[in-house]
């Protein structure tokens, strides 16, 4: 059982929007940045989003991350195939003095 | 560029400690404010942390792993290695290396690059 919790999969037509969320508590996301990594099927994850909202160079104004409270959220916007990947949040949790991860969201571009 | 290449047994058996290495190229593995990261993935399950190792040998576990866990690094080889000792089935997964950026003060932190990890499997 993942601290953080994210949907198991989502699903959006090429072009269309969708949103992945990632929920925790005051101990994690209520307190400290989230980053977000995309890992494309047979690839090493890749950083998209790093201190809530802020995209690495490279990384397409497509994504994009927000947070509030105790809940985070990636947002993808013209989605391509070549989004299908599985997502993953990530934060650092002072209760459990460890860096936690959430147990990754599927998507699926139909 | 920077990248990094795990290696392993790809088998273990349970009880035994499992060693991997993680070769890094482009920095060295030394260089100031660097930290390196072993995270690990079971089958269908989400991403693990198990430690970290900065550039002046610190090391930092996951507390759930209870002590078994020992990073090291060997900057002749620029090398971040990972003992993990006493493994279950539990250990069976994907073990990726990444760096790990942190700033102290901020509380920023994440992980960039990853390797493509290393599979091992645990069985008695």
């Known amino acids: 059982q993942s601290v953080l919790t994210q949907p198991s999969s989502v699903s959006a037509a090429p072009g269309q929007e969708v949103t992945i969320s990632c929920s925790g508590s005051?101990?994690?996301?209520?307190?400290?940045?989230v980053s977000w990594y995309q890992r494309l099927p047979g690839t090493a994850p890749r950083l998209l989003i790093s201190?809530?909202?802020k995209r690495p160079s490279g990384i397409p104004d497509r994504f994009s991350g927000s947070k509030s409270g105790a809940s985070a959220t990636l947002t993808i916007t013209g989605l391509r195939t070549g989004d299908e990947a599985d997502y993953y949040c990530?934060?650092?949790?002072?209760?459990?003095?460890?860096?936690?991860f959430g147990g990754g969201t599927s998507l699926a571009v139909l | 560029q920077l990248q990094l290449h795990e290696a392993g047994p790809g088998l273990a058996k349970t009880s035994e400690t499992l060693s991997l290495t993680c070769n890094v190229f482009?920095?060295?593995?030394?260089?100031?404010?660097?930290?390196w990261s072993w995270i690990r993935q079971p089958p269908g399950k989400g991403l693990e942390w198990i430690g970290t190792?900065?550039?002046?040998?610190?090391?930092y576990y996951n507390p759930s792993l209870r002590g078994r866990p020992t990073l090291s690094f060997d900057t002749s080889k620029n090398q971040i290695s990972l003992e993990l000792a006493s493994v279950t089935a539990a250990g069976t997964g994907l073990y990726f290396c990444?760096?790990?950026?942190?700033?102290?003060?901020?509380?920023?932190?994440?992980?960039?690059?990853w390797g493509q990890g290393t599979l091992v499997t645990v069985s008695s």
């Open positions: 201190e809530n909202d």
């Open positions: 190792i900065d550039y002046e040998g610190r090391t």
């Open positions: 482009g920095i060295s593995i030394t260089s100031n404010n660097y930290y």
């Open positions: 990530g934060t650092w949790d002072r209760s459990l003095n460890s860096w936690v």
């Open positions: 990444a760096r790990m950026f942190y700033d102290g003060i901020s509380g920023v932190g994440w992980f960039d690059p």
């Open positions: 005051n101990s994690n996301i209520g307190g400290h940045y």
